[in-house]
């Protein structure tokens, strides 16, 4: 049985950097997406709440699952930036 492993789509890069603008460090800061923010920006928002990743369609706070993906994600991202 082949494994099918999943691509970065440009939905997924928006997603990503969505979440790395959280800060970790603090679970009292969340973020807002404007109205006039870009739509891609407002449609990562809108898909990551789908997911449960975040507590508001427009950003807010991440949720615990949230939480542990942005943590992931930035510890990939860490590792992939060092030279």
Do not use: W
Not at 1 to 15: A, Y
Not at 54 to 72: K, P
């Amino acid at each position: 049985m082949m494994t099918v492993i999943p691509r970065l789509t440009p939905e997924l890069v928006s997603e990503m950097n969505f979440l790395a603008h959280y800060d970790l460090n603090t679970l009292q800061e969340g973020l807002k997406v404007h109205k006039d923010a870009d739509p891609e920006v407002i449609a990562a928002a809108k898909r990551l709440h789908g997911k449960g990743l975040i507590t508001l369609v427009d950003g807010g706070y991440l949720t615990a699952l949230g939480r542990e993906v942005a943590e992931q994600l930035q510890a990939i991202l860490t590792i992939m930036i060092t030279k």
